[in-house]
């Protein structure tokens, strides 16, 4: 550090004294802080150990995430095929309880948009929702689609099989009938949304077999690094696919009115609030270091790192202070309805104060957090945040 120290002083005292009296050396004293700031932010992170970090997050939270999404899918496409033989209320609850499994599972696995899965755009295959309710009944009724298509996007994926489970009729009967007979082309549907999930899911599990070893090693701070990207992965996901989708939208904080029909799980009516908790869960699991479903496993995490670096805001503990707020925004999501609509067209005021309250978290990470890792925000913000 005293070298690194010694040259930037070096590069102030020798670029002052070259300067002109009529150089603007306010702006100078400006910059050469900021450079010294930088100077000494990246030489204290190089005592905290970021490739037992980078081993620890995909080898304990990234891989067994997505190979028990892939494994729920497989289930899925099993209870599916069972029903397409025998469409059956019994056979029909299986599907709908292994939509749920699985839908769940991704709640841990969205953050990680990194490697393979940023390339191929698995979320767009996965969980873009409202779904297009008219591309869906095309597609049915042509029985000609293309669900690589980004025009497909929201005819597929966890919304789109809410939609075919609960939203094509006013009751299980009606939605039943339309699975009749069995080899139809609601059922074909059905098929053909499980095998783009699952291709798509098993693409990005495999993928990390060797994607891991590159991963893991890319402990420098740039851009393009691994903890760089991944860090503005999980941000970007809590700040968007959790705080505005999952709440914002639906509750109208970016719009004129409110928009209830935007609700993840709208077509169950039971699960929005269980997603979205069990999407808190996985990222405040994830920030604290937390192995995923293996509670007593704990290893370097965000938590470990802002801790090491004695990250203070108004000297308080910084991730002390994220964890307290995280957890202020879970009980608030305990406190609405299991559906969102019915929340929001009977008491959106409390939808409102719940985003409020995931919004204080968003402040602390994408700020604080990242001011103190010394990384930039690496996507465009449109909220104003």
């Not at 904080?253 to 269980?274: R, W």
Request: proline share 2%; net charge negative.
């Amino acid at each position: 550090m005293i070298k690194k120290i010694s040259l930037a002083l070096f590069i102030f005292i020798f670029t002052f004294s070259c300067s002109s009296e009529d150089d603007n050396q306010g702006d100078f004293l400006s910059n050469s802080s900021e450079i010294f700031d930088s100077v000494v932010n990246d030489d204290i992170t190089l005592g905290f150990d970021r490739s037992a970090m980078l081993v620890f997050w995909a080898d304990n939270f990234i891989m067994p995430a997505y190979k028990k999404l892939k494994d729920d899918l497989s289930v899925l496409k099993e209870s599916i095929a069972s029903f397409n033989e025998e469409p059956l209320q019994a056979n029909f609850e299986i599907v709908r309880e292994k939509w749920l499994s699985a839908y769940k599972t991704w709640q841990h696995v969205e953050m990680f948009n990194i490697g393979k899965a940023e390339e191929i755009y698995l979320s767009s295959f996965m969980n873009i929702y409202p779904v297009n309710e008219d591309r869906i009944t095309s597609n049915i009724n042509s029985g000609v689609y293309d669900l690589e298509n980004p025009n497909n996007y929201a005819s597929q994926g966890f919304p789109a099989l809410d939609y075919l489970l609960f939203g094509l009729g006013e009751n299980d009967a009606e939605i039943l009938e339309k699975y009749q007979p069995s080899d139809n082309n609601y059922s074909k549907y059905l098929v053909s949304v499980i095998n783009k999930m699952e291709a798509k899911t098993n693409t990005v599990s495999n993928d990390w077999d060797s994607y891991r070893d590159t991963f893991v090693v890319s402990t420098e701070n740039t851009a393009t690094s691994s903890i760089n990207k991944l860090t503005n992965d999980f941000i970007f996901y809590f700040e968007k696919g959790l705080r505005t989708n999952k709440f914002g939208i639906p509750a109208g904080v970016f719009s004129t009115d409110e928009l209830p029909s935007k609700v993840e799980g709208y077509y169950s009516k039971l699960y929005s609030k269980t997603l979205a908790l069990e999407s808190l869960y996985a990222v405040k699991n994830f920030f604290i270091g937390k192995a995923f479903e293996n509670d007593a496993l704990v290893g370097d995490s965000f938590q470990s790192y802002l801790t090491f670096l004695n990250a203070k805001k108004n000297d308080t503990s910084l991730s002390d202070l994220i964890l307290s707020k995280l957890d202020t925004a879970i009980s608030s999501v305990t406190e609405l309805s299991d559906d969102f609509t019915s929340q929001i067209n009977t008491d959106n005021n409390t939808m409102l104060l719940t985003f409020d309250r995931i919004q204080s978290v968003v402040i602390l990470l994408k700020v604080d957090m990242l001011q103190t890792l010394n990384i930039n925000v690496d996507y465009v913000d449109a909220d104003g945040d």
